[in-house]
């Protein structure tokens, strides 16, 4: 069935490094990947996607790649900052006639000041 | 504009009851999708209605089901509690059609069964 596995569970990083989270899907079909950053307590909220057309998509100090051939994508953070610490997750979905996404299992960043 | 709006936040039922949890999408929006939230399990898919329409349906049990109404409002229910049903219940909305655009998810109904 449609999957998404998403390493590391849990990443520590020092501020100012990088940190970098990977997920692999299943479907074929999937085209639309977003990420979604989850601070504790709070609803997760879209922090970048990107599309099957594209290999890779920057967002200031984020950026996604992909490779569809592999079917993998990931979600690179650099200069972390205390504020990034949370839990992040990956998705995969088709692009059109349907918001189902399926979601990993999601990945706990701490960035230690 | 308002955000995704859930109601109620915290619910603690007894097993073998059931509940119902609303969610209200930004307006304009006509997709609802419905999520559970369980440590160690990320965001499972519920079910997913566009235009009252259900148009795709998670592997739950036949005990959770869900509804639109035409105002896009949208409400699931979950008959026969377990206390395996304790997660946080979390909905989102989508302005378009399907898919490519970003779904905006509410704060979440966190269901406690004893």
């Known amino acids: 069935g449609e999957n998404v596995e998403q390493h590391p569970s849990t990443l520590s990083v020092q501020e100012g490094d990088s940190a970098v989270i990977k997920c692999t899907y299943s479907?074929?079909?999937?085209?639309?990947f977003p990420w979604y950053k989850q601070e504790l307590g709070k609803r997760p909220q879209l922090i970048i996607d990107?599309?099957?057309?594209?290999g890779e998509k920057k967002d200031q100090r984020i950026a996604v790649t992909l490779n569809k051939t592999a079917k993998h994508f990931s979600l690179h953070i650099t200069e972390t900052q205390p504020e990034d610490s949370a839990v992040y997750f990956c998705?995969?979905?088709?692009?059109?006639?349907?918001?189902?996404?399926?979601f990993g299992t999601g990945t706990r960043l701490k960035v230690l000041a | 504009k308002a955000g995704v709006t859930q109601t109620p936040r915290y619910l603690i039922k007894t097993r073998g009851q059931q509940v119902t949890l609303s969610c209200s999408p930004i307006s304009g929006h006509r997709s609802v999708s419905w999520y559970q939230q369980t440590p160690g399990q990320g965001l499972q898919f519920l079910f997913e209605y566009f235009s009252e329409t259900q148009r795709n349906k998670g592997n739950f049990p036949g005990r959770f089901s869900g509804r639109q109404f035409s105002n896009s409002r949208s409400e699931m229910n979950v008959s026969t509690l377990e206390l395996g049903d304790s997660a946080l219940y979390l909905c989102?909305?989508?302005w378009g059609t399907g898919g490519n655009t970003e779904a905006f998810f509410g704060q979440g109904t966190r269901l406690t069964v004893v």
């Open positions: 990107i599309r099957s057309n594209v």
């Open positions: 998705a995969a979905g088709p692009s059109s006639g349907t918001y189902k996404y399926i």
């Open positions: 989102a909305s989508s």
């Open positions: 479907d074929s079909a999937s085209n639309y």
